[in-house]
């Protein structure tokens, strides 16, 4: 809403995701959104159709808050199910995706159209940093796993974090 020339209203941004892990792309896109929206609520799926995800729901949730805290309008939370369901519950005014290359965009406009037609909410697109437009959590994991850097990559506490779930993974073969 415009007021005298000004816009007097904080709009509430959902940024879902799956977050396995998060990376420094996903993190650039929170932190862009953090500056473009009032309040942004990060959302993490759970979402039992996928993959079992390597890091668990609350892995996820922990890494996300670690690497959001120094944004005040940021929060992290999870959801069950369908994303326009959860956007109408949460009040939210508008969904907010990372778009890397052509490739993503055909998906995300399907998606796109189907949570607004479902939601009445529409989903905003921020470009990808060049640097990460390659950066996605399977390849991160994969490169990660088969002994590769990837500290460029992800930010410090997600990297703590792998290292660690490799170590265990190492020590129980
Ligand atoms: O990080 P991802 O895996 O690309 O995120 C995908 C996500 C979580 C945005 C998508 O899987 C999703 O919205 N899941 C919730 C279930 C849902 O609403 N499905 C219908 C989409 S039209």
Do not use: W
């Amino acid at each position: 809403m415009i007021d005298n020339g000004r816009a007097s209203r904080a709009t509430h941004a959902v940024l879902p995701g799956s977050f396995d892990p998060p990376t420094n792309g996903h993190l650039d896109v929170i932190e862009r959104s953090a500056r473009c929206f009032g309040r942004v609520t990060v959302a993490v799926v759970v979402n039992p159709q996928k993959r079992e995800p390597m890091f668990s729901l609350e892995e996820r949730e922990a890494m996300l808050k670690e690497c959001t805290a120094h944004l005040p309008n940021v929060s992290v939370e999870h959801f069950r199910g369908l994303l326009a369901a959860y956007v109408k519950q949460m009040r939210a005014d508008v969904i907010v995706k990372g778009l890397r290359v052509v490739s993503d965009f055909e998906n995300e406009m399907s998606t796109a159209l189907m949570n607004r037609s479902l939601s009445d909410v529409d989903t905003l697109f921020l470009m990808s940093d060049q640097r990460y437009s390659f950066v996605s959590s399977s390849i991160v994991k994969e490169v990660f796993f088969l002994g590769g850097d990837v500290a460029a990559l992800v930010p410090e506490p997600v990297l703590r974090i792998m290292s660690a779930k490799r170590a265990g993974v190492a020590r129980s073969k």
